[in-house]
């Protein structure tokens, strides 16, 4: 079955960060691009961070939903350069990351025990670790409602 670059991205959609559910590859610009070549199908990711854990499942997911849509004769590549950074994540996508209640990164890691809370949107937040459930988040604790959360570091 032949499909286009905007189709195959529409199928990737679909493939979400096992880590963070609420965002999928494409927004969070893991995907790096889409090519043809002659029969093959060759999709590059770029993983958040070095050592990613989630990268395995991500490619696994790929190849499930490329094979399950009538593709075949696919591959998935792991490019490492340019290095993936928060600045590939667009203001719709930090803003999912607040609602799911994930403080989305900022223009810079400084102040970092001032980030502002994504519940009540206090900067009345203190850092209590320096890394959360994922080396690429760290935890926070607000002052003013009392919650904990994590914040999505600036890479």
């Keep these: ?9 529409k199928l990737l959609h679909d493939v979400f960060d ?15 691009d889409v090519i043809f070549e002659e029969d093959e199908l060759l999709i590059k990711i770029t993983p958040t961070y070095m050592g990613c ?3 395995n499942a991500i490619e696994n997911d790929i190849l ?45 890691s400084e102040l970092l025990d001032k980030i502002e809370c994504p519940f009540c949107n206090s900067d009345e937040t203190i850092l209590t670790s ?17 919650q904990p959360f994590e914040h999505f570091k600036c890479i």
């Design 53 to 55: 854990p989630a990268m």
């Design 130 to 146: 320096e890394f959360g459930s994922t080396a690429c988040k760290s935890l926070h604790y607000c002052d003013h409602c009392h």
């Design 64 to 108: 499930d939903i490329l094979f399950s849509n009538g593709l075949e004769n696919v591959k998935v590549k792991t490019v490492y350069s340019p290095a993936w950074t928060t600045n590939w994540m667009s203001e719709e996508t930090k803003n999912k990351l607040k609602k799911y209640g994930i403080a989305p990164p900022r223009e810079s």
């Design 1 to 9: 079955m032949k499909k286009n670059k905007n189709e195959i991205l």
């Design 18 to 32: 096992p880590e963070i559910p609420v965002l999928n590859i494409v927004e969070m610009g893991i995907v790096r």
